[in-house]
């Protein structure tokens, strides 16, 4: 049985018509061509070239055997061109579903991450509302979904995305613009500008004001983080949000200023757990997931 190596020699030596020759096609030393011919010889019982006018050609016994040896080579040209296109992702479309606030700005990070591995790969997103994910996942419309909450289902699994946190925003001429910290009571007594406190998000800023016994009032209930953004640049009030959605923000145009309180929270990569994931979509989770951790870091050390 002859090795795939072996087969590049022999066609090297075949193309070539020297040992010399071959082993510059195949940038290799000399005598490692040489060994490779004569173990082959041995192996096969038979002599596979012949010396004429100082090059090295076909045996007659060996004729039919290179025949057969062109056509395995080319198949793994073929074969070696194939994976080099999907090594690049052509004719691959990766779909996948996330909620806004993950969506906004760290999936489109994570995307030219991917695109930089693999140039030719085509990703079709779509920006999912919570209660949205099980039929996308369960009707196979997408192979994952980037959650900020996790959810009981039989056939749903969730893995740990990265954690997040909290943060309050305020314009750029609020007095809180130029605080290091703000706490919850101080945000209490604003206006907010709030996403309904049944979403995630929304439940963990209503956690932070419960836990402390305050009452707050949400002038303007807004279902998206960037239609919270756009009310707070029209300087109607300040907002609690989670910091993913801020992570590019213009100071200039926001002020997004830390909370006292503790206001961590988990987010989760949704898939079926009856079907496996391709390895370019998670290629793309794993650059997602270190943009998510390298945001946090440097939103902890500003």
Wanted: proline share 5%.
């Amino acid at each position: 049985m002859l090795t795939l190596r072996q087969i590049e020699v022999v066609r090297a030596v075949m193309v070539a018509g020297t040992i010399a020759g071959a082993a510059r096609l195949l940038n290799v030393a000399q005598p490692g061509i040489s060994r490779t011919m004569k173990h082959m010889e041995a192996s096969l019982g038979i002599k596979l070239f012949i010396r004429k006018g100082g090059r090295y050609v076909p045996s007659p016994e060996a004729v039919n055997v290179f025949g057969q040896l062109q056509e395995v080579h080319k198949k793994i040209e073929d074969l070696q061109f194939t994976i080099g296109q999907l090594e690049r992702g052509r004719g691959v479309e990766l779909s996948f579903g996330s909620v806004p606030s993950i969506a906004n700005v760290m999936v489109p990070r994570a995307i030219a991450a991917t695109k930089h591995r693999y140039p030719d790969i085509r990703i079709d997103i779509d920006i999912l509302k919570i209660e949205d994910a099980i039929d996308y996942l369960m009707l196979g419309r997408g192979e994952f979904a980037a959650m900020s909450y996790r959810f009981d289902h039989p056939s749903i699994l969730f893995e740990p995305l990265a954690k997040g946190h909290l943060v309050c925003i305020a314009g750029p001429d609020h007095p809180f613009a130029s605080r290091p910290v703000v706490a919850a009571a101080e945000i209490a007594g604003c206006p907010l500008i709030g996403i309904d406190p049944n979403d995630p998000y929304g439940g963990i800023m209503a956690g932070i004001f419960a836990r402390e016994n305050l009452d707050y009032e949400i002038t303007i209930r807004a279902r998206f983080g960037t239609t919270v953004l756009a009310l707070i640049k029209q300087g109607l009030g300040v907002a609690v949000i989670d910091a993913f959605t801020v992570a590019d923000m213009n100071r200039s145009e926001i002020a997004v200023v830390p909370i006292a309180e503790p206001t961590e929270f988990q987010t989760y990569i949704a898939r079926r757990g009856d079907v496996a994931l391709s390895s370019f979509a998670e290629s793309l989770i794993r650059d997602l997931r270190q943009i998510m951790n390298e945001t946090t870091a440097q939103q902890a050390m500003a």
